[in-house]
């Protein structure tokens, strides 16, 4: 049976997907196609204020792509030797607070201890924030152009500061119509479809019903899922 997921292909350690190896022990034949592409934004403003640990009291990362963002900052040369020297140690003392565990390990990779990923999402995360933090500096939080109101509004109610920075927008993918397209001529109609985000079906759901036409009814369920593991 084929199952169709629109998401972009994440390796785990074993080198594969995990949902493609998942889905793969119980007989079912998955195959990705990505539907969104993020545009960075405002990366010279994020890199200033990662310079300037003193005035903050930790960091918040609700995104694999706002960590992206810090390793863009982090790619060039004098930063990267500033961020090692010193910049890594002055955030390390100071809280880093994360959304999942995905987020979290690539918080890890550029050297960052977090704490919170087990929150599960955006609210508990605030709800454990707010029973921790008593810094009088804010918290900075870069994020994106679609985040979700609940944490900052939690945390200022509770009267912990906080600073947002937008530094990325999602975009449809360039390559979603064409890859659906290659997809629908080699694979045919698929049993079952996944959606990860409502910005996924947003931009991809005219693009299936077109490819699928009288078929549509083949598909017998599509799935919605908001959070990767």
Not at 10 to 23: A, I, S, T
Not at 127 to 148: A, D, K, M
Not at 153 to 174: A, F, N, V
């Amino acid at each position: 049976m084929k199952v169709l997921l629109l998401k972009d292909p994440k390796e785990d350690d074993c080198g594969q997907d995990p949902y493609v190896r998942e889905l793969g022990l119980y007989g079912l034949e998955a195959t990705l196609i990505p539907v969104l592409s993020f545009e960075f934004l405002s990366l010279p403003s994020l890199s200033e204020k990662l310079s300037h640990p003193e005035g903050y009291g930790g960091l918040i990362f609700t995104s694999p792509r706002a960590v992206e963002a810090v390793e863009r900052c982090l790619q060039k040369d004098a930063k990267a030797e500033v961020w090692k020297k010193s910049l890594k140690e002055k955030w390390n003392a100071k809280s880093v607070y994360v959304v999942g565990n995905a987020t979290a390990s690539l918080v890890n990779r550029i050297g960052l201890h977090t704490e919170g990923e087990t929150c599960g999402n955006a609210e508990k995360l605030a709800e454990y924030i707010c029973s921790r933090e008593s810094s009088t500096l804010p918290l900075l939080f870069p994020c994106g152009t679609l985040r979700r109101e609940i944490l900052p509004t939690m945390l200022t109610d509770k009267g912990i500061l906080l600073e947002s920075i937008t530094i990325y927008q999602t975009i449809p993918h360039p390559g979603i119509q064409g890859n659906l397209s290659s997809y629908y001529t080699q694979q045919g109609v698929p049993a079952s479809i996944t959606f990860f985000s409502p910005s996924g079906l947003t931009h991809s759901l005219k693009h299936i019903q077109e490819l699928s036409g009288d078929s549509i009814g083949q598909i017998k369920n599509f799935h919605a899922k908001s959070k990767l593991p």
